[in-house]
């Protein structure tokens, strides 16, 4: 079992930045691979980044590729999704997911999100 915890999310003016962290508790973290997803309002959740064991690979949205970085600390049980440039369209909550196997076709494992808001 890995519970998730999401911080970092907060009010950003457009071309701004923001960091958000996701901090799992329980053994193996580093055995997981994880990912960050968003939802906005009236709209499904989309995929926004993973990031497999050991950091070995990451993959993007194309909407985020060049401005959003995903990256973890085993050390620490986190990983982080560095935003920069955001756009107002980008208001969302953003959730952190885990998941056991390499590169995840879905996830088994969801926090509990953190609210992203862009203002323009």
């Known amino acids: 079992q890995v519970q998730l915890v999401e911080s970092g999310g907060g009010l950003v003016q457009a071309g701004g930045s923001l960091r958000l962290s996701c901090v799992a508790s329980?053994?193996?973290?580093?055995?997981?691979?994880m990912g960050w997803f968003r939802q906005a309002p009236g709209k499904e959740r989309e995929f926004v980044a993973t990031i497999t064991w050991r950091s070995s690979n990451t993959r993007y949205a194309d909407s985020v590729k060049g401005r959003f970085t995903i990256s973890r600390d085993d050390a620490k049980n986190t990983v982080y999704l560095k935003m920069n440039s955001l756009k107002p369209e980008e208001t969302a909550v953003y959730y952190c997911?885990?998941?056991?196997?390499?590169?995840?076709?879905?996830?088994?494992?969801w926090g509990q999100g953190t609210q992203v808001t862009v203002s323009s």
């Open positions: 997911a885990a998941d056991p196997t390499f590169m995840p076709a879905s996830y088994t494992y």
């Open positions: 329980g053994r193996s973290f580093s055995s997981y691979a």
